[in-house]
Antibody, heavy 120, light 109 residues
Framework: QLQLQESGPGLVNPSGTLSLTCAVS?????????WSWVRQPPGKGLEWMGE???????NFNPSLKSRITMSVDKSKNHFSLKLTSVTAADTAVYYC?????????????WGQGTMVTVSS | EIVLTQSPGTLSLSPGERATLSCRASQSVSSSYLAWYQQKPGQAPRLLIY???NRATGIPDRFSGSGSGTDFTLTISGLEPEDFAVYYC??????????FGQGTKLEIK
């Protein structure tokens, strides 16, 4: 059974960089799947941030394109997110998720989520 | 960008009743790429339906999806206590882009 686990700092300074990692277990990150980050501000809905493929190809939400990077480390079977110039509006629960398997275009496996607060 | 609008915002029903949740898109969505999720407090979303009408692994058959074009529906027949949660629709488009609706809260009446 595929499992995803997010990790990273829970507190980031305004104007700083948010960095998170998603560890994949029970499967290979080099499979024919895309790996995404989805975030959810407190009490609000879900926002797709971007996705990465094992060969490094990425696609991003246009609203974040100038601030976001994503990468894959195949040796560690994990993928990462960096979001620069963060503000309080970036405070959210951040989820990693897989788009793939049978459910193309949908997220069938999710991490438990990690809360990131932007504050000094 | 395709905008998904869910209605109603909140739905109050009793266990055993039938729930009908709507998701309307600002432009046509491929039926292959319309999904529904359930989210309970403090938990990650759980995939219920993909490709408009296909149940994900382990999802009970009281959950069903239908629709095409710009109008899609999630139906829960015979509500169980564990079904009271927030439900989101989501589409995948060709940019590529993924967008979610704003959610429908299903609460116990």
């Amino acid at each position: 059974q595929l499992q995803l686990q997010e990790s990273g700092p829970g507190l980031v300074n305004p104007s700083g960089t948010l960095s998170l990692t998603c560890a994949v277990s029970g499967g290979s990150i080099s499979s024919s799947d895309w790996w995404s980050w989805v975030r959810q501000p407190p009490g609000k809905g879900l926002e797709w941030m971007g996705e990465v493929y094992h060969d490094g190809r990425t696609n991003f939400n246009p609203s974040l394109k100038s601030r976001i990077t994503m990468s894959v480390d195949k040796s560690k079977n994990h993928f990462s997110l960096k979001l620069t110039s963060v503000t309080a509006a970036d405070t959210a629960v951040y989820y990693c998720a897989r788009d793939g398997g049978v459910a193309l275009g949908a997220f069938d496996f999710w991490g438990q989520g990690t809360m990131v607060t932007v504050s000094s | 960008e395709i905008v998904l609008t869910q209605s109603p915002g909140t739905l109050s029903l009793s266990p055993g009743e039938r729930a009908t949740l709507s998701c309307r898109a600002s432009q046509s969505v491929s039926s292959s790429y319309l999904a529904w999720y359930q989210q309970k407090p403090g938990q990650a979303p759980r995939l219920l339906i993909y490709g408009t009408s296909n149940r994900a692994t382990g999802i009970p058959d009281r959950f069903s999806g239908s629709g095409s074009g710009t109008d899609f529906t999630l139906t829960i027949s015979g509500l169980e206590p564990e079904d009271f949660a927030v439900y989101y629709c989501q589409q995948y488009g060709s940019s590529p882009e993924y967008t979610f609706g704003q959610g429908t809260k299903l609460e116990i009446k």
